[in-house]
Every structure is written in C-alpha cells, then in structure tokens.
C-alpha cells in the first residue's frame, strides 16, 4: 500500500468496553425477548451512536443473574473502522448521554491482538455483601447488601470457606446445564468484616471462572454455618458429593457485585482463549483410575 494510501474503512476493529451497572431493574446480563437487560440496553445504545442496524454484539466476560450488580465488568465489539474512526475518543461521554442512569461504559479502547473478554480471562472476583444488624440494613444499601438477621461468626466461615478452594468439580453449587461441565478452580473465598461498620460482612469469591449460581450457593452454605445452624465441615462434604444439595440455600442476587476481571499480560491473551476453550476434567486419569478401584470393592457405588 502507497504511504499515502487511505485507510481500508471496510475492515472491522474490536473494542473493549469496561462497564458498570446496578443490575436492580435488570432481567440480567444477557439480552432476552421482551426484558430490560443489560446487554440490550448497551447494545441499543452502541447502535445508535455508531449507527448500525443490526446493532453489534457484545461478548461479556461474565453473565450476571437478574439483579446482580457490576463495577468491574468487561465485554468486547466488533465494528467496522469507518463507524468507530467516527467518534474516536468520545464513545464515553457519548454512551453517557444515551444510557440510564443504572449502566455506565467506562472506558472503550483498541482490544489487543487475541483479546476475547471470555475466554482472555484468568479470573473473575466476586464480592458478597451481608449485613448482620439485628435491626436491619441501612436503607441507603438496601439494593446491594443483604439483611441476615442472625449474627454470623467469620472465623466459622472462613474455616468452612478453606475447605472449598482448589480445583473441584462443583455441581452440588451449580444448576446443571446439559453439556456444560461444573469443574471450576476457586481461588480465593474469604469472608471480613467492613473497617467502617462492624455489622457488614464482605465475602470475596475468585476462581478462573464460575457456573450457573455458584457464587450464591457458596455464599449460602457459608451463612448457615455462620450462624451455627450447620457444622463448619458441611460445606465441604456437600461438595464432595457432587451433587445438588437441596439443604443449600442460594443467596438473593442483590448482594453480589461483580467486581473485577483478571487477564493475562497482552502477549498471553491469544494462548489463554485457546486453553480455556477445552473442556476441562477433574484430573481425568486419577478419577479413572479411583473410579476402577472402588469398582473391584464390595458395595461401591456405581
């Protein structure tokens, strides 16, 4: 191509978006017929701005249930360089002037070479907010932290909490989705009480990636034994049942706030979208080789 050349306006650039929302009035991340979601409301907005019909798609790092609130979101676009060369350096405040209140786009940049806002990431963190007042919740947080009635003792919980980090298969926390698989490694589940107010319990959940209700399942279970209704190892012997345990109460959404994404450096972004595609086992050669042992035994279970 001469020097002078312009542009080719024809090709397509990805975009990094990174978001926040309050997911009160939200039926979720993920856009559905006839329902107020997150991913609709930006990608009407998206159209708008850079005017295109159909609209672009957003891939998110992570779907978040109805009700559940985001600072730390990411998704990415594909669209083509004449509608972005457009607006370069303005989407922001222009994405400000055409979203509610309840969504906000932080920050749109170039993506670099081999970013997939799903499959790039190392990890997502998670925090869980509980407030243990016995008169109740401020009513000024009343849409992001959850009212727990029973004091919660968090040594209890963050010795029930150790028992569960590591790779595991996690179905007995997971609503099963048919081919999907539940194995997940948690890094990091702790529970601490807030600097600024005594009664306000913060859990902080990571793992490389999570299932269909997981963080609330774990939050849940770790509450019951909080409170003393259940045992400090309980929580790990349901999971090492690896089934759904109906004695798991699932938290309400409006506590949970997704609050980052972690990926790798730039040049390990391509690498990593492409390990995360496979479909993990659990140590698939050691499950085998139990799983023929307690065959040969009297009584194993099948």
């Not at 990805?14 to 009160?24: E, Q, S, V």
């Not at 990411?74 to 002037?97: D, E, Q």
């Not at 996690?170 to 005594?198: Q, V």
């Not at 699932?250 to 479909?279: C, K, N």
Request: glycine share 6%; aromatic share 6%; hydrophobic share 45%.
């Amino acid at each position: 191509m001469a020097k002078d050349s312009p542009p080719d306006m024809t090709a397509l650039v990805r975009l990094r978006l990174d978001i926040g929302y309050d997911g009160t009035d939200f039926a979720g991340w993920a856009r559905q017929p006839n329902q107020r979601t997150v991913q609709g409301v930006i990608e009407d907005a998206l159209a708008r701005m850079l005017r295109l019909d159909p609209p672009p798609m957003l891939t998110v790092a992570g779907r978040t249930d109805a009700g559940v609130h985001a600072r730390g979101q990411v998704a990415h676009l594909v669209v083509p360089v004449a509608a972005y060369s457009a607006i370069n350096g303005t989407m922001p405040r222009r994405l400000a002037g055409l979203l509610p209140p309840d969504v906000r786009v932080w920050r749109v940049s170039l993506a670099p070479e081999g970013f997939d806002a799903r499959f790039s990431a190392l990890a997502r963190r998670y925090v869980y907010r509980v407030c243990d007042n016995p008169v109740g919740v401020d009513p000024l947080r009343r849409h992001d932290v959850l009212w727990h009635p029973r004091p919660l003792n968090l040594a209890r919980m963050n010795e029930a909490a150790r028992l569960l980090v590591g790779e595991n298969d996690f179905a007995a926390y997971c609503r099963k989705r048919e081919g999907a698989t539940t194995i997940r490694e948690l890094l990091r589940y702790e529970w601490a009480r807030d600097d600024r107010d005594p009664h306000l319990a913060l859990a902080t959940v990571e793992a490389d990636a999570f299932c269909h209700s997981m963080v609330r399942a774990l939050v849940g279970a770790l509450l019951m034994v909080g409170d003393g209704r259940r045992d400090v190892e309980w929580p790990a012997e349901v999971l090492a049942a690896r089934v759904r345990d109906s004695g798991v109460n699932v938290a309400p959404a409006h506590g949970l706030s997704l609050e980052e994404i972690r990926y790798p450096d730039d040049d390990s972004l391509a690498r990593r979208a492409q390990e995360t595609r496979r479909v993990r086992t659990l140590n698939a050669a050691a499950a085998a080789a139990e799983h023929a042992a307690n065959a040969e035994q009297p009584g194993a279970a099948s």
